[in-house]
């Protein structure tokens, strides 16, 4: 019998560690570039046949539990189908395949020292994009902090925590998703911040700008704005009640962000700086990395070393694995455990620079166009594009 689970729950069968065996019936090389870990690869397309070869490739036997996955369930589905009539009774197809994996989401409550301090991590398990629910329990109040396009995750942590959303705040403009911030915040009429240098990036929309040292009040609790360039030049990290810094792409658990996105691509910058007029940023990847060892050394480690670093992305290999912990633990360090254990803090500037810049990973996929959305200049144009944009992991960390 053929039957139909939805992403989240097989994001619980792996979860579980339940025995089954996971078939990607995608071309190999979507299945190379992104896919789920432990699933093996047996293409299959709509004219396709299910032959001998392809059945010992799956490596199951009769009576064993299958799930069948695709792009977007379009060619899994015949699949099980063929699987059926070769005998096996036991196979489920994802709806929705991947383009539904990569929005199964974790909403991961973080500890806090205080009682009335609520911090809640909303973790897009496929991509690694983290964002927060930060609010007041006596008041009821709260901000979200870097929200995805799925904003109604972000409205039911909310609600689900007794709090009511009043602004959202971004870190940066994005360039590995396309942000949720300003929708969320015209579909619930709130204000919707950026540090105030984003406006030297040619954002093209309306946004309130916060300076560095400016303060944001939640009922009690108390939000400050520190300019934190390097990954990008309009960067800003989010102190919360002097216990956690939200750090965007500034400071990962394991590692620091990248920095030649914006500052080591010239044509990225000439294209802009020219139809504007004003002078281009410049377009040296050291120059993105000396600002970020500034910020490292003369603000974020002049914070005691119990401040919770709580970044905006964890690590995803093209397996799907997370670089540190696993999906639904918070992913979240205390300042002092990094200033020790990660080794890009200990270097010195030359060291630090020389390493951003000779060993940059892989760019994003689709990045100047995620930059072009999420600074305003030109809208996406619909949730296929804005899904396909956003397929694969985030690679932000250098």
Not at 55 to 72: M, P, R, T, W, Y
Not at 151 to 177: P, W, Y
Not at 291 to 310: A, F, K, V, W
């Amino acid at each position: 019998m053929v039957t139909q689970i939805s992403a989240n729950d097989l994001a619980a069968k792996l979860d579980s560690e339940e025995s089954f065996t996971l078939i990607d019936t995608r071309p190999e090389d979507s299945y190379e570039g992104w896919r789920i870990h432990g699933a093996t690869n047996v293409p299959f397309g709509p004219e396709d046949e299910l032959s001998d070869d392809r059945l010992e490739h799956i490596g199951a036997e009769n009576g064993d539990s299958i799930v069948a996955i695709c792009g977007k369930g379009l060619t899994s589905t015949p699949f099980a189908f063929e699987l059926q009539q070769r005998g096996y009774d036991d196979v489920s197809v994802v709806k929705g395949g991947m383009e539904d994996w990569s929005k199964v989401y974790e909403v991961v409550p973080l500890e806090t020292e205080r009682d009335d301090l609520v911090v809640i991590q909303l973790q897009r398990r496929a991509k690694g994009c983290l964002g927060y629910v930060v609010g007041s329990a006596s008041s009821g109040r709260a901000v979200v902090v870097d929200p995805t396009r799925q904003t109604d995750r972000f409205k039911i942590a909310a609600a689900d925590a007794g709090l009511t959303i009043e602004r959202v705040l971004d870190t940066h403009i994005h360039a590995d998703h396309i942000s949720g911030g300003r929708q969320l915040a015209d579909e619930l009429d709130v204000p919707y911040h950026l540090g105030e240098h984003a406006a030297e990036r040619d954002v093209e929309y309306v946004f309130e700008p916060l300076a560095d040292g400016e303060t944001i009040e939640v009922g009690e609790i108390e939000i400050e704005a520190l300019h934190a360039p390097g990954h990008t030049s309009d960067m800003v990290n989010y102190l919360v009640d002097g216990e956690a810094l939200l750090t965007g792409d500034t400071l990962f658990v394991e590692s620091v962000g990248r920095t030649e996105l914006q500052f080591g691509d010239s044509e990225a910058h000439s294209a802009s700086d020219e139809q504007s007029g004003e002078t281009a940023i410049p377009a040296d990847a050291s120059k993105g990395a000396e600002l970020l060892y500034e910020t490292l050394h003369e603000t974020i480690l002049e914070l005691p070393d119990e401040t919770r670093i709580c970044p905006g992305h964890v690590s995803v290999s093209e397996e799907n694995r997370y670089g540190v912990g696993s999906p639904g633990d918070p992913i979240a360090e205390r300042l002092g455990t990094l200033r020790s254990d990660l080794e890009l803090l200990g270097l010195d500037e030359d060291e630090f620079v020389a390493r951003l810049t000779e060993n940059a990973p892989d760019k994003p996929p689709n990045y100047e166009r995620v930059i072009e959305i999420n600074s305003g200049r030109d809208p996406v144009d619909d949730e296929s594009e804005a899904t396909e944009l956003e397929l694969g992991p985030n690679n932000c960390a250098a």
